[in-house]
């Protein structure tokens, strides 16, 4: 190449980056002022986690293809740099398809909603969970059992069988088996478990379609077996609130002299006669 070529090929080189540079200027300020302006805005949170992504996605792209065309302008053949770079993504792909799994797993916990944050969940081995940030790798849960933060990939989240209780502020039912001896007068039984529901400072006792139920349920091997229903008023203190209402059942039964019977069983022995 002469001076003159040498020269164009810088100019058109330089031109190519410029030309870049304020296509990527301007893809940022739109992206900022769809985050500040309008996704701010909205309910839902998938706007807030994928405009930061978007932003790291579009630079490596305007810059991939800035790179292209300055190679390009260089009378580079670029076939070479099109095989590798196809080669380093099967790679990649490859190697990232966890990481790449859990980040769809992300967007579709986002936008199908399952759950969203504050939920209450129940997962398939019967851990009570609270929702406390869904990202797009991974999903960060508060576990009541151990009181403990865990963070669970987001396709085990989608792959698996997740009840979706309420939110953690809301309402819940607490379920408590009772059992008492045979012979108790059952309208008894029913007055001194009231009492315990009503001393439990858990206990929602103010709305009509919240109130609680005692049902006789069954006659047991050893008792006359009642299930307690009660409404509690934040279901985020659901351990808490199951054990003190445990306690002053247990409590109430015996103020009132009702019995708490052992598992027993009747064995009758015949005799032979020789």
């Known amino acids: 190449l002469n001076l003159r070529d040498m020269v164009l090929t810088l100019y058109g080189v330089i031109i190519v980056f410029v030309i870049f540079y304020l296509a990527y200027k ?3 300020q739109i992206l900022v002022y769809y985050g500040k302006m309008i996704a701010k805005k909205t309910a839902s949170k998938i706007d807030d986690v994928l405009i930061p992504v978007v932003e790291k996605v579009g630079v490596v792209v305007i810059g991939i293809a800035a790179l292209g065309y300055a190679l390009n302008a260089l009378s580079i053949d670029l076939t ?3 095989a590798g770079g196809i080669v380093i993504s099967m790679v990649l792909a490859y190697a990232a398809q966890e990481t790449i799994s859990n980040f769809f ?3 579709f916990l ?5 759950f969203a944050e504050g939920d209450m969940i129940i997962l398939s081995d019967g851990d009570w969970c609270d929702v406390r940030m869904i990202g797009l790798r991974t999903t960060r849960l508060y576990r009541f059992s151990d009181a403990t933060m865990i963070s669970l990939p987001n396709n085990k989240l989608v792959n698996e069988k997740i009840v979706r209780v309420s939110n953690v502020n809301d309402p819940a039912r607490v379920n408590v088996d009772v059992g008492v001896g045979y012979g108790s007068n059952p309208n008894e039984v029913r007055t001194a478990i009231m009492k315990a529901i009503e001393a439990s400072p858990y206990s929602l006792l103010t709305r009509d379609d919240r109130r609680p139920l005692i049902l006789f349920d069954s006659m047991g091997d050893s008792a006359l ?3 307690v229903l009660c409404w509690i008023n934040d279901n985020g203190k659901r351990i808490a609130a199951r054990d003190k209402l445990v306690e002053e059942i247990y409590l109430k039964l015996n103020e009132a ?3 708490i019977p052992f598992p ?3 064995v009758h022995l015949k005799k032979e006669e020789n």
């Open 105 to 107: 797993s992300g967007i």
């Open 26 to 28: 301007l893809f940022k």
């Open 80 to 82: 070479m740099f099109v």
């Open 257 to 259: 002299g009702i019995e």
């Open 264 to 266: 027993q069983r009747v």
């Open 225 to 227: 077996v009642f299930k």
């Open 110 to 114: 986002l936008l199908d909603r399952p």
